[in-house]
């Protein structure tokens, strides 16, 4: 798995773009104008198309009948296109502060704004149509079939048959469910099926944000890994807002751009980039709830693209004898690596050097092992580890970039981390090099043959 910072990244989608919300009183608005201010209710300016950043400001939720805040003046940012996870204990609020992002539940106090709206401005029904909701458990309409739940909102907005039927089976592709389930009921779907049309039903609309608790809740891990793989893929494509709930931190620091670790009565704890929460815990409480194996969590988090890295004992094979003589010294190394044209040839052992003569001479063979600018710490670990040595980083186009060693990886943990450039992706050093990774695809940098 990649980190966030070497993912492609993409000007949020112009969702304004897509007509799939309009329901004719917008008609005619030209992408980029700016719509009247009632157009705000319409769910055109506020949500839709415009930056559809969700502000908690001193959010607070005492339940009626209850002597303690469920939720206790939470004040929190989730930027516009970034995926931030609620977690904590059972019972600490989570589904609560997603609910009154939506008005399922009304806040006691403090305020909540989605770009430049008010939620609370809005009739709650108009404000839903604009948010996705994944509810925990998923909560499928048992009654309905498939088609008929993922329609759940186009059919409050009043689209006609041939575009609800249209986008049904445009949403069954995006999120891999077999159109075959369609026609069936809830209750003859797998778990992780049922999850997919959880998924599809909140994204019918076209909504900017997404509220999901707990979506991948009630199936197995495996499935789990692959739904939270399609997750990524579909937000690489989509760029939604979404605030996913979570008990599980592997599934926050895979998913996260910030997790936002609640403790009981909605206390926020800390409020971080994964790799920012594993490198520093603020307290013991979060140190506790993310476990003791945190530096592994993080060599997971972080690619060789983000690490200094050493020229190593590599040169061009129009080097003179001088040359290479100099960089296997300079690096006390029993290897030289060539180049041709930027692209790494082999290694060859040091002392073929002399007898060849030349470094055009030599015979270079490819090397055993190699890292992948998009590899993550934990595939360039395991490979210093078992080759006892530097490992070549190569691109995909096969040019050479820099070699790594234990210390590099060490140094690249120690290096403060930026969490604002983390989220635009501007804190990737090596994107020149790197390939658009995937936060699903960083451990596929592996081993050459
Ligand atoms: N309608 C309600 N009336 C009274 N108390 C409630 C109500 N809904 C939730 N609570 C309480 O508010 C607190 C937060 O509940 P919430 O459902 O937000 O927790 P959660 O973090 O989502 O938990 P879980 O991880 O178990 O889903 C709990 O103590 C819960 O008992
Ligand atoms: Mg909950």
């Known amino acids: 798995m990649a980190p966030r910072s070497t993912r492609a990244r993409r000007p949020p989608t112009n969702l304004a773009a897509s007509d799939d919300l309009d329901d004719g009183r917008l008609r005619g608005h030209a992408v980029g104008t700016p719509p009247p201010p009632t157009a705000v209710l319409d769910r055109r300016s506020g949500l839709i198309g415009q930056a559809s950043d969700i502000h908690l400001r001193g959010v607070t939720k005492r339940f009626p009948g209850t002597d303690s805040d469920a939720v206790a003046s939470l004040s929190l940012e989730v930027p516009s296109g970034s995926i931030v996870v609620l977690i904590g204990p059972s019972g600490c609020g989570k589904t609560t502060t997603l609910r009154m992002i939506n008005r399922l539940i009304e806040p006691t106090a403090g305020s909540i704004t989605i770009g430049e709206l008010d939620v609370t401005a809005v009739p709650p029904t108009e404000l839903r149509r604009g948010i996705g909701y994944v509810i925990q458990q998923v909560g499928l309409f048992p009654h309905r079939s498939i088609r008929q739940n993922i329609a759940t909102v186009p059919a409050t907005l009043g689209w006609d048959k041939a575009r609800t039927a249209a986008r049904i089976d445009e949403l069954a592709e995006l999120v891999g469910l077999d159109p075959a389930m369609l026609d069936r009921y809830p209750d003859e779907l797998s778990g992780g099926q049922q999850q997919r049309v959880g998924v599809a039903r909140a994204l019918a609309a076209d909504p900017p944000v997404l509220l999901m608790d707990e979506p991948f809740g009630a199936v197995d ?9 399609e997750l990524l893929a579909l937000q690489a494509q989509l760029r939604k807002t979404i605030v996913l709930v979570t008990h599980d931190i592997d ?3 895979k998913l996260a751009d910030r997790i936002a670790l609640l403790n009981v009565g909605g206390v926020l704890e800390q409020y971080a980039s994964p790799d920012e929460m594993l490198a520093a815990p603020a307290n013991a409480f979060v140190e506790q709830f993310i476990g003791e194996d945190r530096g592994i969590k993080r060599l997971r988090l972080r690619t060789v693209g983000e690490l200094p890295r050493a020229q190593g004992p590599v040169v061009d094979v129009g080097a003179d004898l001088a040359t290479a003589r100099a960089a296997i010294d300079v ?8 180049t041709r044209d930027g692209a790494f040839v082999g290694w060859c052992p040091a002392e073929q050097l002399e007898s060849a003569g030349s470094v055009a001479a030599l015979e270079p063979t490819a090397p055993a092992a190699q890292l992948h600018p998009d590899s993550t710490l934990r595939t360039a ?3 210093i580890m078992a080759s006892n040595t530097s490992v070549a980083v190569i691109d995909d186009g096969g040019r050479f970039g820099g070699v790594v060693n234990l210390e590099h990886i060490r140094a690249g943990l120690a290096a403060p981390v930026d969490p604002v450039a983390r989220l635009d992706g501007s804190g990737d050093a090596d994107r020149s090099v790197g390939s658009a990774g995937s936060r699903g695809s960083g451990e596929s940098g592996g081993v050459a043959p």
């Open 221 to 229: 891990p495996i499935v789990r890994g692959r739904l939270q793989d």
């Open 251 to 253: 599934e926050a620091v």
């Open 331 to 338: 690096e006390g190394s029993d290897w030289l690596g060539v």
């Open 381 to 383: 670990l395991e490979l």
